[in-house]
DNA sequence: GTGGACATGTAGCCTTGGCTACAAAATAAC
DNA sequence: GTTATTTTGTAGCCAAGGCTACATGTCCAC
């Protein structure tokens, strides 16, 4: 772009929706970095409930990291306050730590459920899900309960089949 | 393949689906990486249709990042080949840019549509879409354009009334 | 009860995406 | 044509999330 009368960006008197739009991107930013910890949580609580224990290394593993890096990341949760560990002893969750896990399942599922709804194969809605998952709000979550409702779909009732997420 | 035997921790026998899970996070923790990239070049196309011009300034304003920040990832995307840029003349986008930019806003607009067409707010749709674009498989893609295409909603056409992403 | 295999932890390095602060170039104003 | 303003660019810092390599602990098997 050449010339031009330059007004030297009009900005300034114009931003009214711009707001609006770097709110978006920060916030899509900001979620990605509670994504890793929601996934450690939710990862955590299965093994808990599934082999008794949550060893680092299984949960590297599961992950397809290293466990050192695992380990750096159970760090970080027990600063968050979401779990606790004691060395060569495993990890567990707090009582925060839990309930997010539960939140975080519950949401899981629901978009699981809405994706195979819509006509997406089981197996693409399942990959599809673990990166969708963490940027769904509330609001949008609410809809997607009514619409598997209104769909005569069960609207997985929260303590329904609860069946077992294979994850 | 060393020790064998040696069952350790009696988890082991339900590693089944492990490698399966551990692919899926991988992928979605690629896709955060290419989210940026996306990003960056659908606004560029955005500033260019609209502008004619994309500063710098103008891109990290809209992104809510310092213009440090914006230019850092502008060199990136050069790096990328979606990209070029000469000091002080604004951002341009390459063929595989415009071609990227294409797809990412076609896709954009039709996670939106979908999350209207559940029943998602206007503006929840608009701001959950940004996360979740980045996370839509092509198989996903294809079972929402079907989806809105029998709900009777049009199926954004791809080269229909292109409604001018507001954005 | 000791040796070796496996699990765990630590250190150091890389890249990315942010930031602030400072430097340099372009434009606008005078 | 200077000067002031604004935009662009550069440098240096930080934290997060990855990795490999190395060091230490545990525990099973013998």
Known sequence: MPRKPLKRRG???DLPTETAQARRFGKARTAQSTALLE???ELIDDLLGSAGEARPTDIARRL???????????????????????PYRGVFL?????????????????VVE???????PAEAAEADAEGIEHHVSETTLKAF??????????PSPAGGGAP????
């Not at 009582?95 to 519950?106: N, P, Q, T």
């Not at 809405?114 to 997406?120: D, F, P, S, T």
């Open 11 to 13: 900005r300034g008197s």
């Open 39 to 41: 996934d450690y949580v």
């Open 64 to 86: 397809g990291v290293s466990h050192a890096t695992a380990i750096k990341a159970i760090a970080r949760l027990k600063r968050e306050g979401v779990a606790t560990a004691r």
């Open 94 to 110: 707090t009582d925060s730590g839990r309930a997010l896990a539960a939140r975080v399942r519950a949401r899981h599922r629901l």
């Open 114 to 120: 809405v994706l195979v709804a819509l006509g997406v």
């Open 145 to 154: 309960a009514k619409f598997l409702h209104e769909s005569g779909r069960l």
């Open 164 to 167: 077992k997420r294979t994850k």
